[in-house]
């Protein structure tokens, strides 16, 4: 492993030394041990953690590493096939940080120093509250959407004009498909849409939606909507509404309640910005309701955080890492630097 040689190492406050590098995976080495931040490929380390339970942060943990990860993201990945075998939440110097992002989500304090934060909102969305981040020395920066262009509509809003366009529909006798995210976006649908009815859930979600009721989020309990001649005799009976996957409105299933039953499909993600998503993606709508911090949240949140070194990954990584550089702060991309050590710090 190469050492990092033009930052220089510097002793944490607790007397540690701790670094950061990128070498197929993000992993922070103390004095005492080493720690893979939601590793996609076995990475060897004492420690792995897994931030929350989407699917591209779940897999591959080190075999012979210990996890860390919170209860509620040890059972959703359960759910979803993956055993997170004998995580757990507390370790001497390592504090789990509320992320906002889905139930369960956490990024994680390291010897108060480094604060990597996983997928992370700052906006209370529905029965998520957002979370404000923690001060800290290092931080690591989801930056999904920092770029100017993405600044997200009020959840009040998107709520007030979808709820206009469902009735619009129903008095048509329109049925409406709702899609998100099975994890997470479906379940703030559910909430955020719960005085509407009958709503049918697709397989997928109602598997989602089951877990969260288990674990003491209160949401409305609907009827998976069924497939073959069940699906035609429950849904013939319009108007409905079914929250499905998102998937391209070309998909089968969003074909069939269209063709069959004249659906109307409302998409939920922050891609919506973009426009031409509705078309590129199939659908008839799209509402930018997401589960990440637009442009402006995540200044918001390197300002709460107050580091003194910024290592941006995902999304924009390069360009937000520009731009919080314009506004004082000490700031690279971590993704796509080659040296196995980037920095030395406290
Ligand atoms: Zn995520």
Redesign the pocket.
Same mark, same amino acid.
């Given at each position: 492993m190469k050492e990092a040689k033009t930052q220089g190492a510097v002793i944490s406050r607790h007397g540690k030394r701790i670094s950061v590098s990128h070498r197929g995976g993000i992993m922070v080495r103390t004095g005492s041990y080493s720690l893979a931040l939601d590793p996609r490929r076995a990475i060897k380390s004492d420690y792995s953690f897994v931030s #929350?339970a #989407?699917i591209d #942060?779940v897999h591959s943990p080190d075999g012979n590493s210990k996890l860390l990860a919170s209860k509620e993201t040890v059972e959703l990945a359960r759910v979803r096939g993956y055993e997170l075998k004998g995580a757990v939440e507390e370790l001497n110097g390592i504090d789990l940080v509320d992320a906002g992002?889905?139930l369960g989500?956490r990024g994680i304090l390291i010897e108060d120093s480094v604060f990597y934060t996983g !997928?992370f909102s700052t906006r209370d969305r529905g029965f998520l509250k957002g979370s404000p981040g923690v001060k800290c020395d290092t931080m690591i920066m989801e930056t999904t959407y920092g770029n100017p262009r993405y600044v997200f509509t009020d959840t009040e809003k998107i709520v007030s004009q979808v709820s206009k366009l469902i009735a619009e529909c129903f008095h048509r006798c329109r049925p409406v498909v709702l899609t998100g995210y099975p994890l997470?976006k479906a379940q703030l649908i559910t909430h955020l849409f719960r005085n509407w009815g009958p709503i049918y859930l697709h397989e997928s979600v109602h598997r989602m939606n089951e877990a969260h009721i288990k674990l003491g989020v209160e949401l409305p309990k609907h009827s998976f909507c069924e497939t073959g001649s069940k699906q035609q005799s429950l849904l013939k009976k319009r108007p409905w509404i079914v929250i499905s996957p998102a998937s391209s409105g070309r998909s089968q299933f969003i074909r069939t309640m269209r063709e069959e039953f004249g659906a109307v499909v409302i998409a939920f993600t922050g891609w919506a910005v973009d426009r031409g998503y509705s078309y590129a993606m199939g659908v008839d709508y799209a509402f930018d309701l997401s !589960?990440h911090c637009d442009f402006n949240e995540l200044v918001q949140l390197a300002k709460y955080c107050n580091p003194s070194k910024i290592y941006t990954v995902h999304g924009f990584a390069l360009e937000f890492a520009e731009h919080l550089k314009f506004l004082g702060f000490d700031a690279e991309p971590l993704e796509g630097v080659e040296q196995s050590t980037l920095t030395s710090y406290a």
């Open positions: #929350h #989407h #942060h992002h889905i989500s !997928d997470g !589960d």
